[in-house]
């Protein structure tokens, strides 16, 4: 029988075992094996150099970050399991924690699955991604090599209008391709975005190809109401088409938003099923960085410890 059971090995998940370790609870981690089409280390390990990590004044490759963090949960008593969890049983505590045939039992969980970036599947794209591709505006957009260039964002929902307006900070035009006439995101979000003079919005448009070489070039673009085609220059895009939290091995046994984030209650990682809690972009809509999951995983272990000494 186990005190505590984290599942998900992103910085959220790795800060509530540091917390659970250092308190003695002798935490089990499944770190995942590809879980949500994503390496073990989250989706820090999808991308290159980190540089708002605080810590890493020189910035840090975000797989070095993830592996950092790994050996600090081991170091601090963590035992850590290559596999993924596909099924639970939160009907009664002591929980039950499916990984294929294994079962294990646990008197508390810590959901630290994340949250894959929805991707299009264009062609070209999975030669270029991380090349000029990228699905976070906020991590990548101040990379040097998209200073005073055409950026493209697709999307028409609040990420894409608060990614657009960060982006025109260092490009010199950003286009926003709008599969849609309208815009999905909030209308004080539009507000600003209407008004920056750097932002030109392409209307009732798919990007259909992507184009280069070692990086990213132009886009092969077409209009779906007339179907004309055109290639426009860009030297960076970024996909801004949602988010899919990790929680389908949960089967709705926890109470989640439309989206299928789990909803927490408001300051606590607190789920509706008590001894259950829920750190990072799982249950994250908003704020989405490594920080933000990682600050969120440290209240779901002093959370947890005072669930188990209360309980207990
Ligand atoms: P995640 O990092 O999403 O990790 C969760 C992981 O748990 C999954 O990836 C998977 O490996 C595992 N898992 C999932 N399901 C299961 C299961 N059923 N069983 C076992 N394991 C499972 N943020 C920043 O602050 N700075 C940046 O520069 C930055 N750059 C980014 C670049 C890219 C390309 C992307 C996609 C994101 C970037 N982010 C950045 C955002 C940051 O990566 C996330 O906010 C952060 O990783 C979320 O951490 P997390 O702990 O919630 O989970
Ligand atoms: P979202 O609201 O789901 O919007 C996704 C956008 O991507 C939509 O415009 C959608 O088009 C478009 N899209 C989806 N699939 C596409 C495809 N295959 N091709 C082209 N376009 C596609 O996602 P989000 O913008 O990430 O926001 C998620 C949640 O977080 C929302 O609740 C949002 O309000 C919130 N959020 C809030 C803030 C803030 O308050 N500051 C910031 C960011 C996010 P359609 O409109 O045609 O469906």
Redesign the pocket.
């Known amino acids: 029988m186990e005190n505590v059971i984290i599942i998900g090995s992103g910085p959220a998940a790795h800060t509530a075992a540091i917390y659970c370790g250092r308190a003695d609870l002798k935490p089990l981690m499944f770190e995942g094996m590809m879980a949500g089409g994503v390496a073990s280390g989250g989706q820090l390990t999808t991308t290159t150099e980190i540089e708002n990590y605080p810590g890493f004044p020189e910035g840090i490759d975000g797989s070095a970050l993830m592996l950092r963090m790994k050996k600090q949960s081991l170091n601090c008593g963590t035992t850590i399991q290559t596999s993924t969890i596909n099924k639970v049983d939160l009907s009664v505590n002591p929980f039950k924690v499916f990984s294929g045939k294994q079962s294990f039992t646990t008197h508390s969980i810590i959901i630290a699955t994340g949250a894959t970036a ?1 991707r ?1 599947n264009i062609p070209g794209e999975d030669k270029l991604w991380q090349k000029g591709i990228s699905a976070c505006a906020v991590c990548d957009g101040a990379l040097p090599f998209f200073r005073n260039k055409t950026l493209v964002v ?9 990614e657009a307006l960060h982006l025109t900070k260092f490009a010199s035009v950003v286009k926003v ?4 006439d ?5 209308k004080a ?1 539009q507000d600003k975005f209407f008004r920056n003079k750097k932002i030109e919005v392409l209307w009732n448009t ?1 990007v259909i190809k992507t184009i280069g070489d070692n990086s990213l070039e132009n886009l092969e673009i077409k209009n779906n109401q007339t179907g004309k085609e055109s290639i426009i220059e860009a030297s960076g895009l970024f996909y ?4 899919t939290p990790n929680t389908d091995f949960l089967e709705k046994q926890i109470k989640t938003d439309k ?1 299928g984030y789990i909803i927490t209650k408001p300051g606590s990682t607190v789920t509706n099923i008590p001894g259950v809690f829920a750190c990072g972009d799982v249950q994250d ?2 704020y989405r960085q490594a920080i933000t999951a990682a600050g969120s995983g440290c209240m779901a272990a002093l959370e947890v410890e005072k669930f188990l000494n209360e309980t207990n």
Do not use: C, P
């Open positions: 929805r299009l697709i999307g028409g929902g609040d990420t894409a209008v608060e391709v709008v599969r849609r309208v815009l999905r995101a909030s979000m798919n801004a088409v949602g988010h989206s809509s908003k």
